[in-house]
């Protein structure tokens, strides 16, 4: 069982900034982590994931939707078990429930492919 904590959401100005994290707890090293959103009245969307390569090397590797790319950073730290989401010039759009998720398949985009899901935080973008 993997259980995720996440914090750091809240109620910002347009163009500002916010970071949320998402503690995990149990052994988590091997999971592929995830931020997904939920806008009122809208389906949950993939955000950002990071995921280790395949292969003897293990690699972390960032992934954004690609309308985000540019403005939100991923990063996670395995000492931690904390994943991280800089989330940079933020606009009114980007308002939502932000969650985390923690999946073992590759397939890191896919809402369906996550076993473990955070609570998630409120991101509220003012403008």
């Known amino acids: 069982q993997v259980q995720l904590v996440v914090s750091g959401g809240g109620l910002v100005q347009a163009g500002g900034s916010l970071r949320l994290s998402c503690a995990a707890s149990?052994?988590?090293?091997?999971?592929?982590m995830g931020w997904f959103r939920q806008a009122p009245g809208k389906e949950r969307e993939f955000v950002s994931a990071?995921?280790?390569?395949?292969?003897?090397?293990?690699?972390?590797?960032?992934r954004y939707a690609d309308s985000l790319k540019g403005r939100f950073t991923i990063s996670r730290d395995n000492a931690k078990n904390t994943v991280y989401l800089q989330m940079n010039s933020l606009k009114s759009e980007d308002t939502a429930v932000y969650y985390c998720a923690a999946t073992t398949s590759s397939r890191v985009t896919d809402t369906v492919a996550y076993s473990f899901w955070g609570q998630g935080t409120q991101v509220t973008v003012s403008s």
């Open positions: 990071i995921a280790w390569s395949a292969g003897i090397t293990r690699v972390a590797i960032p």
């Open positions: 149990g052994r988590t090293g091997s999971y592929n």
